[in-house]
């Protein structure tokens, strides 16, 4: 495979020709009455119009043809996909799920769409407000089908397996250890390379947005370069058999043929694009003297809620970093939040709960429901000797959190057959260290 090519720059107004047409980008205006190369001007908003302009969200796209070219979408069969957050009564338990099971090749054929498999949300996708959490398990790539999303954003995070993602203003490659966002409304389809696994965090109404960086400054955490956007490719091809685009609309699913692959946009120009990013050149910021800084330090990506402060949902990691905090209980401390916090590992061993929580599986904890270290971890780190470290190397853990309270779906709870039963048990041997006879009692050696 060729080296892909992209532009950088997270929101940039970006424009792009493939090299086959140079000139294909119209001159001085957007909506020519003959285009260059006589192709089609189509416009995809991902704002209202009349949004202030630094949320003004829209690209122009020179296509062989428009997107309208299709027959009538017809209902087909959901999967797994949902928006209904009542199947099941409300479990406020911590729960947590073993590595979803990736489906053989061998035994049945399952690409990214149909592979789609809603974990929880909250929300409402008709009143443009919430997220969903949805598992990918797949085996084979899309071939002459594509999927696009009118209810949200996707953020795909894979976790085994490289996906070659082919999107109507180019092509990305994305490994793991990186991520992607499809923005609401953009066509893709997905090629995978052998059996492959990954997270994706849904979000209604609003787009990601870097976090604002207050007093650390200009600079730090996912810096706005780091941000790939892919360049302008375009296939001219027909599909006589009837290429498939797959919709999903107010949570469900419908497809529709169409003679001609969607990737026939020639040229493009906008702010309104996929991207993707690579979770390496986050700049951590952590402690340096005692205590903990909030793991909002580790926000890569946002979607803000008309709340100032308050987030739809949070995309955070947990990346390889020095720990070096004196006097200080260094792993995550025991928490009851009023944000929901789904997590998720890429790869390695998450500091707080070295068993159990696997590389492919998740957990969730709900609002004000308690979390923390396991009692192993909160043995050995009370009594460790307090010099510089490493934390998390060779790892990747994220988090999707979100000031939403969660339900999750009869797939996630009963039939995945992933979710741990036990996960209670890992805080029983916690026991009581009170000492009310001395206030200082002995650290460690």
Known sequence: MAELKYLSGFGNECASEDPRCPGALPEGQNNPQVCPYNLYAEQLSGSAFTCPRSTNKRSWLYRILPSVSHKPFESIDQGHVTHNWDEVDPDPNQLRWKPFEIPKASQRKVDFVSGLHTLCGAGDIRSNNGLAVHIFLCNTSMGNRCFYNSDGDFLIVPQQGKLLIYTEFGKMLVQPNEICVIQRGMRFSIDVFEETRGYILEVYGVHFELPDL?????????????????????????????????????????????????????????????????????????????????????????????????????????????GVADKTFRPPYYH???????????????????????????????????????????????????????????????????????????????????????YYKCWEPLKSHFTPDSRNPAGPD
């Open 214 to 322: 207050g007093p650390i400054g200009a600079n730090g955490l996912a810096n706005p370069r780091d941000f790939l956007i892919p360049v302008a490719w375009y296939e001219d091809r027909q599909v006589p058999s009837g290429y498939t685009v797959i919709n999903k609309y107010q949570g469900k699913l419908f497809a529709a043929k169409q003679g001609i692959s969607p990737f026939n946009v020639v040229a493009w120009h906008g702010n309104y694009t996929p991207y993707k990013y690579n979770l390496e050149n986050f700049m951590v910021i952590n402690s340096v003297a005692f205590d903990h800084a909030d793991p909002s330090i580790f926000t890569v990506l946002t979607a803000k809620s008309v709340r100032p402060g308050v987030a739809i949902a949070d995309f955070v990691i947990f990346p390889p970093r020095w």
């Open 336 to 422: 009851r939040n009023c944000m929901s916090e789904f997590m998720g590992l890429i790869k390695g061993h998450y500091e707080a709960k070295e068993g159990g929580f696997l590389p492919g599986g998740g957990s969730l904890h709900s609002p004000m429901t308690p979390h923390g270290p396991d009692a192993d971890c909160f043995e050995k780190a009370s009594r460790a000797k307090l010099a510089p470290e490493r934390v998390a190397d060779g790892t990747m853990a994220f988090m999707f959190e979100s000031s939403l309270s969660m339900a999750v779906t009869k797939w996630g709870l009963k039939t995945s057959n992933c979710l741990d039963e036990n």
